[in-house]
């Protein structure tokens, strides 16, 4: 059984970003980048039903500029087998994404697709969702433990109070939640075993897919800076600025 597991290149989760001064974008010049944090999850997944004898082969997918190279080593490191790119210099937007990896479906006929279930970076929340309504698919989202037994896959979301499970017949969409799994460290060793492993670069066009956005991003705002704290006297005066000034209570 094949998995696919498409990974983002995005903006590492630690830096701390800025808005454009013409508030069109968030400036992404010079900033580390790194894998999205729910696709090591979702590799961690792929990777850990292929020890177990469950999966065959995992290939990590990434869409985007050529430097997404790095982020399919990373995956290919956390173990992965092979990789492949397909090149663009277009913003792609979630539509395009989904319609990209529909077509390396029809290439590679996998029986399960993992995803992050958002990336950091857009925070749209679409593209598992898009792809399984494109392929035809059976989807589950936000997945916090999977199961593959018998042609299904069991899975367990996280949902508001509460947990639900599902059983998808496969070949099915997953998207991978915060708790699914702990992606391991990348030994060095790995690092460069990956290195040698098979990494294909396609572009749009040999996919036969229009990637042109969309959507157009009207505007960026950052969040309000933070006022500076002060310091009450007493837990009297705490109540008093708490109810009348703050009036939170
Ligand atoms: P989004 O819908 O943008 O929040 O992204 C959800 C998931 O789709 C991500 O966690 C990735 O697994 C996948 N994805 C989104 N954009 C890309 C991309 N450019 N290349 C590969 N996978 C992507």
Redesign the pocket.
């Known amino acids: 059984m094949k998995i696919i597991v498409?990974?983002?290149r995005v903006v590492d989760y630690n830096v701390k970003v800025r808005v454009k001064s013409d508030q069109s974008a968030v400036d992404i010049a010079n900033v580390k980048m790194s894998m999205?944090p729910?696709?090591e999850i979702?590799i961690e997944e792929a990777v850990r039903l292929r020890e177990k004898g469950v999966a065959t082969e995992v290939i990590a997918?990434?869409?985007?500029l050529a430097n997404c190279q790095e982020t399919l080593r990373t995956a290919m490191a956390i173990g992965a087998d092979r990789g492949i790119l397909v090149e663009t210099d277009v913003e792609?937007q979630?539509l395009a994404?989904a319609k990209l990896l529909k077509a390396v479906l029809d290439k590679e006929q996998p029986q399960l697709v993992i995803?992050?279930?958002?990336?950091i970076d857009?925070?749209?929340?679409?593209?598992?969702q898009m792809l399984a309504a494109l392929a035809g698919l059976a989807q589950a989202a936000f997945a916090s433990k999977v199961e593959v037994a018998d042609g299904k896959a069991t899975v367990t979301r996280e949902i508001d109070g509460g947990l639900e499970t599902l059983a998808v017949k496969l070949p099915a969409v997953i998207t991978a939640d915060l708790r699914l799994n702990e992606p391991r460290y990348v030994t060095l060793p790995n690092i460069m075993k990956a290195k040698k492993k098979q990494l294909d670069v396609l572009k749009p066009a040999d996919l036969g897919v229009d990637v042109a956005p969309r959507l157009k991003t009207v505007k960026v705002t950052p969040p309000p800076a933070r006022k500076a704290g002060i310091k009450v006297a007493d837990v009297a005066t705490l109540v008093d600025k708490l109810r009348n000034e703050a009036k939170v209570i």
């Open positions: 498409p990974v983002k999205n729910f696709d979702a997918v990434s869409c985007g792609l979630p994404v995803l992050g279930k958002q990336a857009d925070d749209a929340n679409q593209t598992g």
